[in-house]
C-alpha cells in the first residue's frame, strides 16, 4: 500500500468551495492581485470572438481582454456570482473542435488528476492560431517548498499537484504550441499574516522586472501553431528520346540541291 497521500483533485464542489474561501484570505488576496498583474499584461493582447474560463475557484479574471464573449466551465451545479458558467467535465470539453479563440487556466492543471488530458482538451478546442494561458503555482519557490512539506494536512491551497514550467513547456511543445511568454510573480513567503507577507515582498518589483525564476507562480502564454500545408508534388519519370526518322543535319543539304534540280527540270521539260 502506498503512503502517498491521497490525491485531492478540484473537481469536487467541497474543493473549488475550499479554494474560493482561501484566495478572500490576506494571503489568498495577495497571491490574486499578483496574478491579475500578469493576466492583466498577457489578456490584453489577445483577440478573438470566443474566452474558456477553466479555474479553481469562483473568481472572473479575465476583465482586461478584448474579447467579447466569455463564459467558464465547472464540473457541478452550483450558484455562481461571477459571470457565465456553465456545467461541463473540464477533462471533456463540450465544445466543437476548434472553437474557441482563447483558453485560460487558472490553476486548473494544479489540481487536476489528468493533467496532459486537460491540455489536450485544451488543444482540441482551440483554433488553429489561438492562445492558451496557464497560471499555476512554481514548485521551485518557497510555495513549492510548503507544498511538499505540508504532506498529511492538505488544507487550501497545499493539497495541489504542482507542475513545473519545464516540464509544462515539454507538453506544449509536444502539442504543437508555440510559447510566446513565461512570466513569474508573487515572492513573498506563503505565510497568511499581513506583516509577513508585506516584509517578505518588499523585492516583489525588482524580482518581477528581472522575471526570477522564484515566483510562487508562474503565467504562460502559448500559441497553437498553424501546420502549413506542404504541396504534393509530381515527380515526372525521364523517358529515353530515340531517333525520330528525321534526315540528319549533314544530309539536309542533299536532300535539298535534289530537290531544286529536280524542280528545274520539270519546269524546262
Not at 102 to 112: E, M
Not at 161 to 179: H, I, N, Y
Not at 191 to 197: A, G, T, W
Amino acid at each position: 500500500m502506498s503512503n502517498t497521500p491521497e490525491h485531492k483533485t478540484l473537481f469536487t464542489p467541497e474543493a473549488y468551495a475550499e479554494m474560493t474561501t482561501w484566495f478572500a484570505s490576506p494571503l489568498g488576496q495577495h497571491l490574486l492581485a499578483a496574478e491579475r498583474h500578469l493576466l492583466d499584461n498577457l489578456l490584453a493582447r489577445r483577440f478573438g470572438y470566443h474566452l474558456l474560463q477553466l479555474g479553481c475557484a469562483d473568481l472572473q479574471l479575465h476583465d482586461q481582454s478584448p474579447i467579447g464573449h466569455k463564459f467558464s466551465f465547472r464540473p457541478w451545479q452550483a450558484a455562481s456570482t461571477t459571470g457565465h458558467v456553465a456545467i461541463a467535465d473540464m477533462e471533456a470539453i463540450p465544445l466543437a473542435s476548434e472553437s474557441v479563440d482563447l483558453v485560460l487556466l487558472h490553476h486548473a492543471l494544479d489540481f487536476s488528476e489528468y493533467q496532459h488530458q486537460l491540455l489536450r482538451e485544451v488543444e482540441r478546442v482551440l483554433i488553429a492560431g489561438g492562445h492558451v494561458v496557464i497560471v499555476g503555482f512554481n514548485p521551485l519557490s518557497s510555495w513549492g517548498l510548503r507544498n511538499r512539506l505540508q504532506l498529511f494536512r492538505r488544507k487550501a491551497p497545499w493539497h495541489a499537484s504542482m507542475l513545473g514550467t519545464a516540464r509544462l513547456l515539454d507538453w506544449l511543445k509536444l502539442l504543437d504550441f508555440q510559447v510566446a511568454q513565461v512570466r513569474y510573480g508573487m515572492y513573498a513567503l506563503p505565510v497568511n499574516s499581513e506583516s509577513v507577507i508585506r516584509y517578505s515582498g518588499m523585492l516583489d518589483p525588482v524580482a518581477s522586472h528581472l522575471n526570477w525564476p522564484t515566483g510562487g507562480i508562474y503565467a504562460i502564454s502559448a500559441r497553437k501553431q498553424v501546420l502549413p500545408l506542404t504541396p504534393v508534388q509530381t515527380r515526372w519519370r525521364r523517358l529515353p528520346v530515340h531517333g525520330l526518322g528525321l534526315p540528319m543535319p549533314d544530309k539536309v543539304g542533299q536532300v535539298s540541291r535534289h530537290w531544286i534540280t529536280a524542280s528545274n527540270e520539270d519546269s524546262m521539260s
